[in-house]
T-cell receptor, first 116, second 115 residues
Framework: AQTVTQSQPEMSVQEAETVTLSCTYD???????LFWYKQPPSRQMILVIR??????QNATENRFSVNFQKAAKSFSLKISDSQLGDAAMYFC?????????????FGAGTQVVVTP | SAVISQKPSRDICQRGTSLTIQCQVD?????MFWYRQQPGQSLTLIAT?????????ESGFVIDKFPISRPNLTFSTLTVSNMSPEDSSIYLC????????????FGEGSRLTVL
């Protein structure tokens, strides 16, 4: 069974600064997807970024980028130029490519606090 | 992408009663999933709902407690039966589209408080 671990319950960052959230996962598979989702107080789960394991290049989406280390089973999220609107709970998630149904397994989450 | 609407957004329920949550998607989707998020916790998968067949439940969740319907490709319901305070949670509906890009799309969740 796969597990997703987020070891940082909370991270604080000042506006315009950079913060990095860590995520590690345990799997015996070679093909899978990894995701970062954002959940603001509105409860809506919003996809931040997606990484396919077979791609060596790290995914980027504007101010969000990942550092995907497949051998180390590590998938960290970097938020650059942090904005007040980035304050939310961030969840790392795993999906096996073998799972045709497509269910996701989530980590415990990291609360990001952005201070002015 | 898919836009998912859930009803009710929130509710306060009495112990021993049942409540049905509705999930409507604006387009046809393949698989639908129901997650539970207990206060301050992560998301835990309750079951996977495939149209035309009985839902598949994860370990620790049973059909008698969480019956699910999936009558068509755009709609699903989750019932929380014989509720107790331990069922106070956010229940999230999610879906995977036919153009499978890997991620799931989520509704805004239904916050249930059981007194």
């Amino acid at each position: 069974a796969q597990t997703v671990t987020q070891s940082q319950p909370e991270m604080s960052v000042q506006e315009a600064e950079t913060v990095t959230l860590s995520c590690t996962y345990d799997t015996s598979e070679s093909d899978y997807y990894l995701f970062w989702y954002k959940q603001p107080p509105s409860r809506q789960m919003i996809l931040v970024i997606r990484q396919e394991a077979y791609k060596q290049q790290n995914a980027t989406e504007n101010r969000f980028s990942v550092n995907f280390q497949k051998a180390a089973k590590s998938f960290s999220l970097k938020i650059s130029d942090s904005q007040l609107g980035d304050a939310a709970m961030y969840f790392c998630a795993y999906r096996s490519a073998r799972d045709s149904w497509g269910k996701l397994q989530f980590g415990a989450g990291t609360q990001v606090v952005v201070t002015p | 992408s898919a836009v998912i609407s859930q009803k009710p957004s929130r509710d306060i329920c009495q112990r021993g009663t049942s409540l049905t949550i509705q999930c409507q998607v604006d387009s046809q989707v393949t698989m639908m999933f129901w997650y539970r998020q207990q206060p301050g916790q992560s998301l835990t998968l309750i079951a996977t709902a495939n149209q035309g067949s009985e839902a598949t439940y994860e370990s620790g969740f049973v059909i008698d407690k969480f019956p699910i319907s999936r009558p068509n490709l755009t709609f699903s319901t989750l019932t929380v039966s014989n509720m107790s305070p331990e069922d106070s949670s956010i229940y999230l509906c999610s879906a995977r589209t036919g153009l499978d890009t890997g991620e799931l799309f989520f509704g805004e969740g239904s916050r249930l408080t059981v007194l």
